[in-house]
């Protein structure tokens, strides 16, 4: 399968001496669903980062789809869910204007939405299950509820990669197991490549093919089945905060 | 009123600014960028001066060092050269200072200069009207055009870099919008107080508005009203334009506060 993102021999410091990752070597192939752990301040979110080409390495190279990742020329075909902290506005702002933002890449830059991009905004609205909330206000849903309108932005883009970086922090059971639906049938129907950074894989464990485990460089890549016993346990040197 | 030219004038140039001001102050205010307008008002002030050293229209000069200044501070900003609240200081301060000292060696410490401060409805000239309905349309249609991308970057600013989206370049946009907007309303508003028309009325719509679209849609429409109200004010009272225009749009926020109360106990 032809490679979506290949990391190689990539370092990263924000601060000289200080380095966040070390000879990080990575590929991930077109369609594959790869979760990504780690402890806090692992290198995790650094990782995503590079690998969209939101920074740049100190050392190594990033390539998304063969093209150097900060150079890539179809941007278009990435969808990015960050953490919930880093996004949102605190203005009125419904459901529908957070998800038809995800159409500007596709549909220009100028005017209004085309019919076909109004018609994949509401798809992608009804996929994460908040049809009846089109007009609500942001700010007058639940956390989780905000999260799903956020990851129905980066469905609205109809990706090729899309990369959620601790897409279920504070967001209830219930909508974690309608965002693990969600990602398993996107997955399953349109072979989209995913990176799912988290501390935890409850929701999606039966759709996770590949698990990348994150600590200032990779310390695990394999199957879960693969990952060490002993690891699985919280108080383990890699899983520990 | 209106028999006169110069509130003719006056109501044509403030028809303008009372739309442009809060609908580029909506994309600072989304931002936390709220005090922007008050460092590239001090900046205008610095290019007022330099007009009257350099015997020019202390307009043209005003806009030149507000757009410089905007654009100053978000290369600043998006560079991390400096904190957001740094940047603003930076230029706050050295635009005030320039302004003094410019203004001191020109010779212009005197009511003239007071009128760009606090705002006058008898300095604007049918020449001044052209420059701001030429350049105010031209950033009220580049906002409309863009509307979906700056209300993009306004919502998800990684997410759209990530998407493709020219960020930078949409940033700096609105940055030069904020001079624009601030060196075509000095005349009416005054330099210390445009800010407030950037802010005010998108605070105000921001406690009634169902939806982003509406917030901008509203905050123009509170933005004009107040305009013409309080250049109305001024006219029958003999008051500085831009101190009634911004009690005005004060005003309107505890309306709407009011408003929103009564709303949310229905």
Same mark, same amino acid.
């Given at each position: 399968?032809?490679?979506?993102?290949?990391?190689?021999?990539?370092?990263?410091?924000?601060?000289?001496?200080?380095?966040?990752?070390?000879?990080?070597?990575?590929?991930?192939?077109?369609?594959?669903?790869?979760?990504?752990?780690?402890?806090?301040?692992?290198?995790?979110?650094?990782?995503?980062?590079?690998?969209?080409?939101?920074?740049?390495?100190?050392?190594?190279?990033?390539?998304?789809?063969?093209?150097?990742?900060?150079?890539?020329?179809?941007?278009?075909?990435?969808?990015?869910?960050?953490?919930?902290?880093?996004?949102?506005?605190?203005?009125?702002?419904?459901?529908r204007?957070?998800?038809?933002?995800?159409?500007?890449?596709?549909?220009?830059?100028?005017?209004?939405?085309?019919r076909?991009?109004?018609?994949?905004?509401?798809?992608?609205?009804?996929?994460?299950?908040?049809?009846?909330?089109?007009?609500?206000?942001?700010?007058?849903?639940?956390?989780?509820?905000q999260?799903?309108?956020?990851?129905?932005?980066?469905?609205?883009?109809?990706?090729?990669?899309?990369?959620?970086?601790?897409?279920?922090?504070?967001?209830?059971?219930?909508?974690?197991?309608?965002?693990?639906?969600?990602?398993?049938?996107?997955?399953?129907?349109?072979?989209?490549?995913?990176?799912?950074?988290?501390?935890?894989?409850?929701?999606?464990?039966?759709?996770?093919?590949?698990?990348?485990?994150?600590?200032?460089?990779?310390?695990?890549?394999?199957p879960?089945?693969?990952?060490?016993?002993?690891?699985?346990?919280?108080?383990?040197?890699?899983?520990?905060? | 009123?209106?028999?006169?030219?110069?509130?003719?004038?006056?109501?044509?140039?403030?028809?303008?600014?009372?739309?442009?001001?809060?609908?580029?102050?909506?994309?600072?205010?989304?931002?936390n960028?709220?005090?922007?307008?008050?460092?590239?008002g001090?900046?205008?002030?610095?290019?007022?001066?330099?007009?009257?050293?350099?015997?020019?229209?202390?307009v043209?000069?005003?806009?030149?060092?507000?757009?410089?200044?905007?654009?100053?501070?978000?290369?600043?900003?998006?560079?991390?050269? $400096? &904190? =957001?609240?740094? +940047?603003?200081?930076?230029?706050?301060?050295?635009?005030? *200072?320039? @302004?003094?000292? !410019? #203004? %001191?060696?020109?010779?212009?410490?005197?009511?003239?200069?007071?009128?760009?401060?606090?705002?006058?409805?008898?300095?604007?000239?049918?020449?001044?009207?052209?420059?701001?309905v030429?350049?105010?349309?031209?950033?009220?249609?580049?906002?409309?055009?863009?509307?979906?991308?700056?209300?993009?970057?306004?919502?998800?600013?990684?997410?759209?870099?990530?998407?493709?989206?020219?960020?930078?370049?949409?940033?700096?946009?609105?940055?030069?919008?904020?001079?624009?907007?601030?060196?075509?309303?000095?005349?009416?508003?005054?330099?210390?107080?445009?800010?407030?028309?950037?802010?005010?009325p998108?605070? $105000? &719509? =921001?406690?009634? +508005?169902?939806?982003?679209?509406?917030?901008?849609?509203? *905050?123009? @429409?509170?933005? !004009? #009203? %107040?305009?013409?109200?309080?250049?109305?004010?001024?006219?029958?009272?003999?008051?500085?334009?831009?101190?009634?225009?911004?009690?005005?749009?004060?005003?309107a926020?505890?309306?709407?506060s009011?408003?929103?109360?009564v709303?949310?106990?229905?």
């Amino acid at each position: 399968m032809p490679v979506a993102v290949e990391l190689a021999g990539v370092g990263f410091s924000y601060r000289p001496g200080q380095p966040v990752l070390t000879d990080v070597d990575l590929a991930v192939e077109e369609g594959e669903f790869v979760a990504v752990a780690g402890p806090n301040g692992g290198g995790k979110t650094t990782l995503v980062r590079l690998a969209l080409g939101l920074a740049r390495p100190s050392s190594g190279s990033v390539r998304l789809f063969g093209e150097p990742a900060h150079r890539f020329s179809c941007r278009e075909t990435l969808g990015y869910v960050a953490q919930r902290a880093q996004v949102g506005t605190q203005g009125p702002v419904t459901v529908r204007e957070v998800v038809s933002s995800g159409r500007l890449a596709q549909g220009g830059l100028f005017g209004p939405l085309r019919r076909r991009d109004r018609a994949i905004v509401d798809d992608a609205i009804a996929d994460v299950g908040l049809a009846d909330l089109a007009d609500a206000r942001l700010g007058d849903l639940s956390g989780g509820q905000q999260q799903r309108a956020f990851i129905a932005k980066a469905f609205a883009g109809e990706p090729s990669l899309l990369v959620l970086d601790e897409p279920t922090a504070g967001v209830d059971a219930e909508s974690q197991e309608a965002l693990a639906r969600l990602l398993g049938r996107l997955h399953a129907d349109r072979g989209v490549t995913t990176l799912y950074v988290s501390h935890e894989f409850g929701a999606v464990e039966g759709i996770v093919e590949r698990l990348v485990l994150v600590r200032g460089g990779i310390v695990f890549d394999g199957p879960p089945q693969a990952l060490p016993s002993a690891w699985h346990d919280p108080s383990h040197a890699h899983a520990r905060d | 009123m209106l028999e006169t030219e110069f509130m003719r004038l006056a109501f044509a140039t403030g028809a303008v600014v009372g739309l442009l001001a809060p609908a580029v102050g909506f994309f600072l205010v989304q931002r936390n960028m709220s005090l922007v307008g008050d460092g590239v008002g001090h900046t205008a002030f610095a290019g007022v001066a330099a007009g009257y050293l350099l015997g020019v229209s202390p307009v043209l000069t005003a806009l030149v060092a507000a757009v410089a200044g905007a654009v100053g501070i978000e290369w600043l900003r998006s560079r991390h050269r $400096a &904190a =957001g609240d740094q +940047a603003l200081a930076l230029l706050f301060y050295t635009g005030i *200072a320039a @302004g003094v000292v !410019l #203004a %001191s060696s020109a010779g212009a410490l005197d009511v003239d200069l007071f009128s760009f401060l606090f705002g006058s409805i008898l300095t604007v000239t049918r020449g001044d009207l052209v420059l701001v309905v030429v350049l105010g349309v031209t950033g009220l249609a580049l906002i409309g055009l863009l509307y979906r991308a700056l209300a993009a970057v306004v919502i998800d600013e990684e997410g759209a870099k990530v998407a493709g989206v020219p960020v930078a370049a949409l940033n700096v946009l609105v940055a030069g919008l904020a001079g624009v907007t601030i060196g075509l309303s000095m005349q009416i508003v005054g330099i210390l107080l445009i800010a407030a028309l950037m802010v005010l009325p998108v605070i $105000a &719509a =921001g406690r009634v +508005a169902w939806s982003m679209s509406s917030s901008v849609l509203l *905050a123009m @429409g509170i933005g !004009l #009203a %107040s305009v013409f109200a309080g250049l109305t004010v001024s006219y029958y009272a003999d008051l500085p334009p831009g101190g009634a225009i911004v009690l005005l749009a004060a005003s309107a926020f505890l309306v709407t506060s009011a408003l929103a109360a009564v709303r949310a106990r229905a």
